[in-house]
């Protein structure tokens, strides 16, 4: 098998941690395999403006386009809070996703049966849940013009425009058709139809997908009352596909189905390399302390071996391990519960790669 190369972008705040466990357990599930791949460290974010001055240099778009799979942690932290709107360390992963063409996010909700219990809901509610978020990454009022706050008429303000064309809205409806194809075959696609042009625009198109994929049930649902059903009947959700706010949102929501955000990964897939990055922030309030969480860098590691480096074998073994170390009782302080074994970010780290087999 020819060896394959990926770049790393820690990125700030726990970034630097959590991607040195999701990069030493992907080395170590790859030796077992015997599998090769490189790695070079890329800077982004935060870190880049230090370096650079700029939060997405040349130099990384140039080495992400050429490898075969970004591995991210995570960017931005109050540090550069108030640098100018288009240098803000956020600006590195709006322009990544827009450099590699990354139009759809993948972001699985499921419960580990170990965490079920911990849940803020009932176990039988959450039991149920294995969900896959499909968010649109490269569109919508992310990429929208805007005005920053300006004085028009003695008054200030501001505005952001919201956007979809048809074939933004297709794309990413038939890849959430094709998921669910091999899944329960149910497509939930989450929409403000009642209020919003792009939205009605999103369901006239998702009606007539639903003509061509006949194996799948599409319905829709407004995202206010999405927002309810996560939480009061989340088991019901098979793929749940919707644009890039609602999508941004209603992930945070249902991260909180499996017991912490620390624990859920995420794939951007495109045309071209894929990212992979927790769907959580570079969580500044625990940095450099070893409590972040490494679980979902490290399952974000395992869909990159699934969807960019061709090793099934590996996602499966990394998953397999990171569900045992949880049932084996190991736990960072998000998800400890007394009388279990506390441990740190490395620890974690650790206690996946012992369990590798
Ligand atoms: P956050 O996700 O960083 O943190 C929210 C809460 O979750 C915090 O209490 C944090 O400690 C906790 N948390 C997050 N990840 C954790 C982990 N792995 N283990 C344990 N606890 C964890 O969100 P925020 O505080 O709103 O944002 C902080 C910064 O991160 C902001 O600058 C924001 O723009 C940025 N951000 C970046 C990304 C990204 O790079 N993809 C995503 C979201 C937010
Ligand atoms: C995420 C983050 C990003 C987003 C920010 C950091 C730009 O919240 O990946 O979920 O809003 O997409
Ligand atoms: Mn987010």
């Not at 007394?338 to 369990?355: D, H, P």
């Amino acid at each position: 098998m020819s060896s394959k190369h990926i770049v790393v972008i820690p990125g700030d705040g726990i970034g630097a941690e959590i991607t040195a466990e999701a990069l030493r357990v992907s080395q170590a599930a790859a030796k077992k395999c015997g599998y090769s791949f490189t790695h070079e460290t890329k800077q982004a974010g935060g870190a880049a403006i230090d370096a650079y001055g700029v939060p997405l240099p040349e130099d990384t778009i140039d080495a992400c386009r050429k490898a075969d799979g970004v591995l991210l942690g995570a960017v931005g932290g109050p540090k550069w809070d108030h640098v100018a709107p288009e240098l803000r360390a956020e600006k590195a992963i709006l322009g990544l996703r827009k450099s590699l063409e990354l139009y759809a996010n993948l972001r699985p909700i499921k419960v580990f049966p170990a965490l079920a219990a911990q849940s803020p809901l009932k176990p039988e509610i959450v039991n149920a849940v294995d969900i896959l978020i499909v968010r649109e990454l490269n569109g919508g009022i992310y990429y929208g013009a805007r005005q920053e706050a300006t004085i028009v008429n003695d008054v200030e303000l501001a505005w952001d425009r919201e956007g979809y064309s048809r074939p933004e809205i297709e794309r990413i409806l038939r890849l959430a058709c094709r998921s669910a194809i091999g899944r329960k075959g149910k497509v939930t696609s989450v929409d403000k139809a009642n209020v919003l042009a792009t939205s009605r625009l999103w369901r006239k198109v998702a009606n007539e997908m639903a003509a061509a994929f006949t194996q799948v049930e599409i319905n829709h649902m407004y995202v206010d009352n999405c927002a309810m059903q996560l939480v009061l009947n989340p088991g019901s959700f098979d793929v749940l596909v919707t644009g890039n706010l609602f999508g941004d949102i209603l992930s945070d929501e249902a991260a909180v189905l499996s017991g912490s955000i620390g624990l859920l990964p995420s794939a951007s897939l495109g045309d071209g390399t894929g990212l992979y990055e927790p769907i959580h922030g570079s969580a500044p309030d625990i940095a450099g302390l070893g409590l972040a969480n490494p679980l979902g860098t490290i399952l974000s590691a395992a869909m990159m071996f699934r969807y960019s480096l061709g090793s099934e074998q590996i996602a499966a073994m990394i998953e397999a391990a990171v569900d045992q170390v949880l049932v084996d009782g190991y736990r960072t302080p998000d998800i400890y519960q007394q009388g279990l074994t506390k441990v740190s970010t490395e620890e974690m780290g650790q206690q996946v790669i012992n369990r590798l087999k």
